[in-house]
């Protein structure tokens, strides 16, 4: 169909000034991404110059029908891949019309605390490890998986090369160029160890943007994989048994930690992550206690662990930063469904702001 | 098939000045579009400069067979975004050989009352949402739809992505470009609350342009569709039971309306809509009793209720109006099907000329 391909292709800027912006936002359970486009006079690089929109919220749990109206804020700005020229994608956030953000809006407190002067002065810096599942239209059972049965066990798999280990490179690589044309800052990509899951990171990003980064990503992910006919999971454990889960390993680090001396804060900054450990996994994403098992490279759910190059460990140091003295950790907790705006903003809290003597630090 | 499509994007003006013209047309039955081409010996920018033509009324229920001669009158242009370089589509209505509008042409009298003074002077635009379903060809199902059965309920398909949940985006993202291109003020797209069905909306239009961009989009929506071995259904229920139905929601304003103090002329006119409720349902387009039955964000067909930010009324009124004090008012009630010649300029006779 090389005839919608010229059309879809078409480079408008000879015939009109107008650009496209396609406003995306998060749906009502938290993890279904919606997007609708609207044509603009002109290109914009600037948020705020973005017009508000609204959408019909009741078509997406998020409104009842006779009050349906929610409004979304524009509050980032990337290329769009798929129309390219000067047309744009916008991530949005969503409130009510009296200008209350509604409650699966995650990102407007995620913001208040990013600029917080004690957070903004520490400069919180998120690569996010966004592990996926891709799975076979209509059988959901993972892609290049035989049907009615199961590949070989795990070990060929992660980072391999071959048309009997590595299954949906097309998608993984036409996402990598699509997030770096949109301006997302991803740092690369990998098979992982189940075969058909792959893993992309995006970051360093600091503070607020690694959420509006991350969900972008993964917008474009869909995006992709809907054009190549397959299904993208964000399940924490797809397949029960002797099968690596699905997980989103959130990389941090501050100013402080960064410096000389800074392995003494990331010492101290794990310590009140410990003393947090419910209240974090229980915002960490849903069903990840199928996930977290203490096998398959993860630590127990119940147990708070951390420690050196351990990839049992609920928190991992690397080594070049125990050398060194100063760097970053990894918290490897985060399920792959979880919300980038929750965990991100949690970790700064708790390591930034919380005290463990305060009692009402819940 | 490279050499076919290397023969379809030939770009002719090294070779020649002559461009193609596609007349297009409304048929029969009010919703089957027509066209065919010619050549012409240079570029034309202008509707009036363009000459009148005719076709066989006899092949389309518009003319018996011993007097079959329609004659087209070319009324817009805009380009052609399939033969691009400086090629053509003209909308164009139809009259008989003595110059009357043939029974099928509303164009004619919507064109009247839009140049009726009062009417022009109140500048009405008009933004109109066209729904439409893509059905799989030969066994007219929906697109994405399982054969022989149904997808899960509705709720994860509006403005979805995704392979489980949108389908057809190829042909939705290439008609807005095409549109654009053409010269048509598409202002946005939307995945709907069914799987399968979309939206585009035109707008703001002012008066007859209205009418004359909403059928060169479906025209440029049909022939995409074509391209894609789709079947594009403007029924305004295409499955019967708990799925969405298609509308053509028309969003309407007037200069007083748009003005300070706005919100009353908005009532005011919204009064005289319901007054005369039965006359626009009637026009409103077939089969819309199987659409307006009160659930699935519609209202019944027999009754009009108006509301602010209220999706289960006949008209809806955007908070942002009500907040300004001015703005625009939706018509929910046309369907999919509705002739937009038809709805705009009854719209605009209701509110402006008629009085109770």
Not at chain 1, 133 to 146: C, E, F, V, Y
Not at chain 1, 189 to 217: K, R, T
Not at chain 2, 71 to 76: G, W
Request: charged share 25%.
């Amino acid at each position: 169909m090389s005839l919608l391909t010229d059309l879809l292709n078409l480079d408008l800027s000879d015939c009109t000034g107008k650009i496209i912006a396609e406003y995306i936002w998060v749906g009502g359970t938290g993890m279904d991404m919606r997007s609708k486009a609207r044509t603009l006079p002109g290109p914009v690089d600037d948020p705020s110059k973005l017009p508000k929109w609204n959408f019909d919220g009741s078509s997406t749990g998020q409104a009842t029908g006779d009050d349906s109206e929610v409004i979304l804020c524009p509050q980032a700005i990337f290329r769009d891949p798929f129309r390219k020229g000067k047309n744009i994608l916008v991530m949005c956030d969503c409130y009510a019309p009296t200008g209350e953000p509604i409650p699966s809006n995650k990102r407007s407190s995620a913001a208040n605390i990013f600029s917080h002067p004690d957070v903004k002065a520490e400069e919180p810096w998120y690569g996010i490890e966004q592990e996926y599942t891709l799975l076979q239209k209509d059988i959901n059972w993972p892609l290049g998986w035989p049907l009615g049965g199961y590949p070989g066990a795990q070990g060929p798999y992660y980072c391999a090369t071959g048309a009997e280990k590595s299954y949906g490179r097309d998608i993984v690589d036409a996402h990598y160029k699509a997030c770096l044309y949109a301006g997302v800052n991803i740092g690369g990509i990998n098979a992982e160890v189940m075969p058909g899951q792959w893993e992309f990171q995006v970051g360093p990003s600091v503070g607020i943007s690694a959420g509006d980064e991350l969900w972008v990503a993964r917008y474009i992910l869909e995006r992709i994989t809907e054009i190549a006919g397959v299904v993208v999971s964000f399940d924490p454990k797809p397949v029960p048994g002797e099968w690596n889960g699905a997980g989103a390993h959130t990389n941090y680090s501050t100013k402080s930690m960064r410096s000389e001396g800074g392995y003494e804060v990331i010492k101290k900054a794990i310590e009140k992550l410990e003393a947090r450990h419910g209240e974090h996994i229980a915002a960490y994403g849903e069903g990840n206690e199928r996930r977290l098992t203490g096998r398959n490279e993860t630590a127990d759910i119940n147990t708070f662990v951390w420690g050196v190059a351990n990839r049992g460990a609920s928190v991992r140091v690397g080594r070049d930063t125990e050398k060194e003295g100063k760097g970053y950790f990894e918290d490897r907790r985060p399920g792959s469904n979880m919300d980038p705006y929750v965990v991100t903003s949690k970790i700064a809290e708790t390591t930034i702001l919380w005290e463990p003597n305060l009692s009402n630090g819940e | 098939m490279a050499l076919l499509t290397d023969l379809l994007n030939l770009d002719l003006s090294d070779s020649t000045e002559k461009i193609i013209a596609e007349y297009i047309w409304i048929g029969g039955s009010g919703m089957d579009l027509r066209s065919k081409a010619r050549t012409l010996s240079g570029p034309v920018t202008d509707p009036s400069k363009l000459p009148k033509w005719n076709y066989d009324g006899s092949s389309t229920g518009q003319a018996p067979g011993e007097d079959s001669e329609v004659i087209l009158y070319p009324q817009a242009i805009f380009k052609d975004p399939f033969r691009r370089g400086n090629n053509i589509l003209v909308m164009c209505d139809c009259y008989t050989p003595a110059g009357e509008p043939i029974p099928t042409n509303k164009r004619h009298a919507a064109a009247k009352i839009f140049s009726n003074p009062a009417v022009s002077a109140e500048e009405p635009w008009y933004g109109i949402e066209q729904e439409y379903t893509l059905l799989q060809k030969d066994i007219n199902w929906p697109l994405g739809w399982p054969v022989g059965g149904f997808p899960g309920p509705q709720g994860p398909y509006y403005c979805s992505i995704g392979a489980d949940k949108s389908f057809g985006r190829d042909i939705v993202d290439s008609h807005y470009k095409a549109c654009l291109y053409a010269g048509i003020n598409i202002s946005g797209i939307n995945g709907e609350v069914m799987p399968g069905q979309w939206e585009f909306q035109v707008g703001p239009s002012v008066g007859i342009s209205a009418g004359d961009q909403v059928w060169v989009a479906r025209y440029l929506l049909e022939r995409i569709t074509e391209i894609a071995g789709v079947v594009v259904s403007f029924d305004p229920k295409p499955i019967p039971g708990d799925w969405n139905g298609a509308g053509a929601h028309t969003n309407y304003s007037t200069e007083s309306m748009r003005k300070d103090g706005g919100f009353q002329v908005i009532v005011a006119a919204v009064e005289k809509l319901k007054l005369r409720h039965k006359e626009h349902i009637a026009a409103y387009g077939e089969g819309n009793e199987r659409r307006l039955t009160g659930k699935h964000e519609t209202a019944d067909i027999h009754t009009f209720s108006w509301g602010v930010a209220n999706r289960g009324a006949s008209v809806r009124v955007g908070r942002e109006t009500e907040q300004n004090g001015k703005g625009y008012f939706e018509d929910r009630r046309p369907a999919s099907n509705m002739d937009p010649y038809v709805v705009t300029a009854m719209i605009a006779d209701t509110t402006i000329l008629w009085k109770p």
